[in-house]
Nanobody, 128 residues
């Protein structure tokens, strides 16, 4: 049974930082590319960042470029999202997702339906 468990969310002031973690179990981590998405009430879940299984390729939404960094630790089956210079508009539930390795990865990594497994989400709230 595949499980993705996010942690690290919380309340932070604008300009502050948080580091989200996603611990994966029940899958062969090196067979998956990983992503982070976020969602606010009444809106669709949106792409934030993604990283290839090897860590050699990353991608970011324009809204978080230069502020967020995605990384992974294959030895610990964990992916991280370092979020710096947080803004109130970054407030959302953040979800970790896993996509089995595919030739479509480079073109599909921002698409929700490309991912096979999802975590339960962790709340991030940024106060102004």
């Amino acid at each position: 049974q595949v499980q993705l468990v996010e942690s690290g969310g919380g309340l932070v002031q604008a300009g502050g930082s948080l580091r989200l973690s996603c611990a994966a179990s029940g899958l062969t981590f090196s067979s998956y590319n990983m992503g982070w998405f976020r969602q606010t009430p009444g809106k669709e879940r949106e792409f934030v960042a993604a990283i290839s299984w090897s860590g050699g390729s990353t991608s970011y939404a324009d809204s978080v470029k230069e502020r967020f960094t995605i990384s992974g630790d294959n030895a610990k089956n964990t992916v991280f999202l370092q979020m710096n210079r947080l803004k109130p508009e970054d407030s959302a539930v953040y979800y970790c997702a896993a996509a089995i390795r595919s030739s479509r990865w480079l073109t599909a990594m921002t698409a929700r339906d490309h991912y096979n497994h999802w975590g339960q989400g962790t709340q991030v709230t940024v106060s102004s």
